[in-house]
Every structure is written in structure tokens, then in C-alpha cells.
């Protein structure tokens, strides 16, 4: 008797799908909050340059923009300016009552100082979540705007239903815009303004050597990684119904035919075979890069309208959302 064994696969996570439900969620919030009498958010992305990727970013992010109704502008600059007048436009963009959000596309060309730039975004306009108040805000649990790609798997593993509470997470890849606050995400304490997930976090890099890599991902209920090294994450790795989210983007050419593709940092035709659920490359994690952006923008706006407000409504506006903490930890 030939006993064959049916090999139950992954669900595949539609980032598309769920990105366009929450763009749909988002423009429907824009919509009324226009209806109230506020003016549209606005959103101003800082293009320096022409490289080809970045341009194509940030189009796709200005027809978000549009598609849920904020309002979007694009500064060319040329690649020659200099730091000073770059910050010297930045500095304008934050005086400028009428920008919610800016948006520096990076990477900054080699001789301007990528740190200094991300810092001089004011923190309420920040929302690329770059400047070091805001990363820091951050790592303290406080309230604060996210980077829009950890938001946005922080958001598919939520919108999946995936439970992350006491479970084990590997997050692999450690960098500063990515690796680093996926794991804080993952690791805090959800009741805390972040909202973060409770899970027990390991870190792995570059130097953590494929044996060990091995090791910590076959213990993991939830693997996150963002590294661009192709077929990092094999079958091998997982463990079965661990839910696996590829952040990872590399644009490989096939030498014979010439075409290009893009291709994520796991073996996605092996680990479907073993994993719960699993994000595809491309229609993952990057659809919802530019749908965190767009709810970034307009967080920012909310959060600038509020500040505008004479001291009194400030007040009363404090004052109910003090209530509605006092209700909410009363059920905590
Ligand atoms: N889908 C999206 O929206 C989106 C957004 C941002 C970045 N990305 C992609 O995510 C990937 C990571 O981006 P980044 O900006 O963090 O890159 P990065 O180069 O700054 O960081 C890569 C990280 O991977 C780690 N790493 C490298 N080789 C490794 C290995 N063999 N084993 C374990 N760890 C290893 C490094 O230590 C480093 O921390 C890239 O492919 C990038 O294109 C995708």
C-alpha cells in the first residue's frame, strides 16, 4: 500500500488586498474628517536626484497619496545641492503651517549627512519615523510615528490574526530603519502607546552564524526578515505553521533572458510547504510600506490640527482623551 502524505500549505498573506482595505478604511476616515471642515492632510516628498528606484517610490507613494485623498507635492532638487541648502528647504517645509508630512527619499546622495537630514524633520511632521526623538520615543513604548515598514508588518500580522502574545519571534536582520523597530514592535508591551505585540524577540545579523540562524529560526512561531540576501530562509528553517513574513527586496537579472524580477530573502516555494502563513515578494510587506505612510500622513495632521487649537480646546480635547485612557485600563 503506497501511503502518500498531503502536504498542507502555508495561507499566502495578500499585502495587496489588505493594503487596499486599509487605503479604503483610511480614505473614508479623510473623507469625514474633510467633511468636518478641516483642509485635506499634505504630504511633501523631498526628491533629490533621479535615481531611477527612487523616483519609481516616490510616484507610487504620491498616487497613494491621491487615491485617499491627501494632498501630495514633489521637490526635485538637484543632486548637487548642498547639505546647508537642503536643510534650509527642510527648515521651510516645518515652518510651512500648511505640510502635514515630509518625506525625505533616501538615500541621500554620499555628501550629505544622512543622520543630520533625518533629524532635522520636525517630529511632528516626521513621517518616515527617521528623526532620533522619534526612533527614541519608540524604544520607550511612547506614542510616536512609526517607521511605515514595521508599521506595516506589524499590521498584516494583526490583520492575519496571528497570535503573537508569549510567542516566539526571530527577527533577522538588525538595521536601523527596519530590523531594529520590527523587534521593538514585536517585543513590547501592548499596553503601552505603541500597542506592540508581547512576543519574546531574538535579534539575528550578519554575524550570527548560520548554524545558530538555523537554530533560533526552527524555535520561532513568527519569523520577520529583512536582510536582501536571497534564499536565506529555507524550509529547513521552519517550524511547521510558524507564520513567516519576508520584508526582504532584491532585484536579481536572469542573465539569459535578461529580464529582471524581485525576489524576497526567503525560499518561498519550500517554507510555503511548512509554514502557516507566509508573505509573497513581490505583493507582501510593500503595499503596505506606502499604506503606513499615508496613515502616518495623516496622524500628522490630525496631530498638527489638534495643536493649532486655542489653549481652551486643546484642553477639552485632553481632558476626553484622558477619559477614554481611564476607561480603556479599566479594562486592561
Ligand atoms: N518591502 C519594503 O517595503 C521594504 C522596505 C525597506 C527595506 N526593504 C528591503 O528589506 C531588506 C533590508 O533592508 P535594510 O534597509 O534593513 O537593509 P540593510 O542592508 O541596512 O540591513 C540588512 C541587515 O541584514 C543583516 N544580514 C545580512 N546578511 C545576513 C545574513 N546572512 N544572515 C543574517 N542577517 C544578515 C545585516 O546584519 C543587516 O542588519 C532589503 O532587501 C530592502 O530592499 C523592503
Keep these: 500500500m503506497i501511503i502518500t502524505k498531503r502536504i498542507q500549505m502555508a495561507k499566502i498573506i495578500d499585502g495587496t488586498q489588505i493594503a487596499n482595505d486599509i487605503r479604503n478604511e483610511l480614505k473614508v476616515k479623510i473623507d469625514?474628517?474633510?467633511?468636518?471642515?478641516?483642509?485635506?492632510?499634505?504630504?511633501?516628498?523631498?526628491?533629490?536626484?533621479?535615481?531611477?528606484?527612487?523616483?519609481?517610490?516616490?510616484?507610487?507613494?504620491?498616487?497613494?497619496?491621491?487615491?485617499?485623498?491627501?494632498?501630495?507635492?514633489t521637490k526635485n532638487l538637484s543632486p548637487d545641492i548642498t547639505e546647508e541648502e537642503l536643510l534650509q528647504v527642510i527648515d521651510d517645509l516645518n515652518n510651512?503651517?500648511?505640510?502635514?508630512?515630509?518625506?525625505?527619499q533616501l538615500p541621500v546622495p554620499g555628501h550629505i549627512n544622512e543622520r543630520r537630514i533625518c533629524n532635522s524633520v520636525s517630529c511632528d511632521?516626521?513621517?518616515?519615523?527617521?528623526?532620533?526623538?522619534?526612533?527614541?520615543?519608540?524604544?520607550?513604548?511612547?506614542?510616536?510615528?512609526?517607521?511605515c515598514t514595521p508599521l506595516g508588518v506589524q499590521e498584516l500580522i494583526r490583520r492575519v490574526g496571528v497570535d503573537t502574545f508569549g510567542k516566539n519571534a526571530v527577527v533577522v536582520g538588525r538595521s536601523k530603519?527596519?530590523?531594529?523597530?520590527?523587534?521593538?514592535?514585536?517585543?513590547?508591551?501592548?499596553?503601552?502607546?505603541?500597542?506592540?505585540?508581547?512576543?519574546?524577540?531574538?535579534?539575528?545579523?550578519?554575524?550570527?552564524?548560520?548554524?545558530?540562524?538555523?537554530?533560533?529560526?526552527?524555535?520561532?512561531?513568527?519569523?520577520?526578515?529583512?536582510?536582501g540576501v536571497p534564499g536565506l530562509i529555507k524550509a529547513d528553517m521552519i517550524k511547521p505553521g510558524a507564520c513567516v513574513i519576508d520584508v526582504g527586496l532584491t532585484r536579481i537579472v536572469n542573465e539569459a533572458t535578461g529580464k529582471a524580477k524581485l525576489v524576497g530573502d526567503v525560499d518561498f516555494e519550500g517554507v510555503r510547504q511548512v509554514a502557516g502563513h507566509i508573505t509573497p515578494v513581490p505583493g507582501g510587506v510593500g503595499p503596505?510600506?506606502?499604506?503606513?505612510?499615508?496613515?502616518?500622513?495623516?496622524?500628522?495632521?490630525?496631530?498638527l490640527a489638534k495643536k493649532s487649537l486655542p489653549k481652551n480646546e486643546v484642553e477639552?480635547?485632553?481632558?476626553?482623551?484622558?477619559?477614554?485612557?481611564?476607561?480603556?485600563?479599566?479594562?486592561?
Excluded at 42 to 57: E, F, K, N, R
Excluded at 125 to 147: A, I, Q, S
Design 32 to 73: 469625514k474628517w474633510i467633511q468636518e471642515g478641516h483642509r485635506p492632510p499634505q504630504l511633501t516628498a523631498v526628491l533629490i536626484g533621479s535615481d531611477p528606484a527612487s523616483c519609481t517610490y516616490v510616484k507610487n507613494k504620491m498616487k497613494a497619496a491621491v487615491e485617499v485623498g491627501i494632498n501630495s507635492i
Design 96 to 104: 510651512d503651517d500648511s505640510v502635514d508630512g515630509i518625506l525625505v
Design 125 to 147: 511632521k516626521d513621517v518616515d519615523g527617521f528623526n532620533e526623538k522619534n526612533v527614541g520615543r519608540l524604544c520607550l513604548d511612547m506614542n510616536t510615528l512609526v517607521p
Design 177 to 227: 530603519n527596519v530590523g531594529m523597530p520590527i523587534a521593538m514592535l514585536l517585543h513590547a508591551d501592548g499596553r503601552n502607546d505603541t500597542c506592540a505585540m508581547d512576543a519574546t524577540v531574538t535579534i539575528c545579523h550578519r554575524f550570527t552564524p548560520p548554524e545558530e540562524l538555523k537554530r533560533y529560526c526552527k524555535l520561532a512561531d513568527i519569523i520577520v526578515t529583512a536582510t
Design 288 to 303: 503596505m510600506t506606502v499604506t503606513m505612510l499615508m496613515k502616518n500622513t495623516f496622524i500628522a495632521s490630525k496631530n
Design 316 to 332: 477639552k480635547v485632553r481632558q476626553g482623551t484622558e477619559q477614554g485612557n481611564q476607561n480603556k485600563n479599566k479594562k486592561n
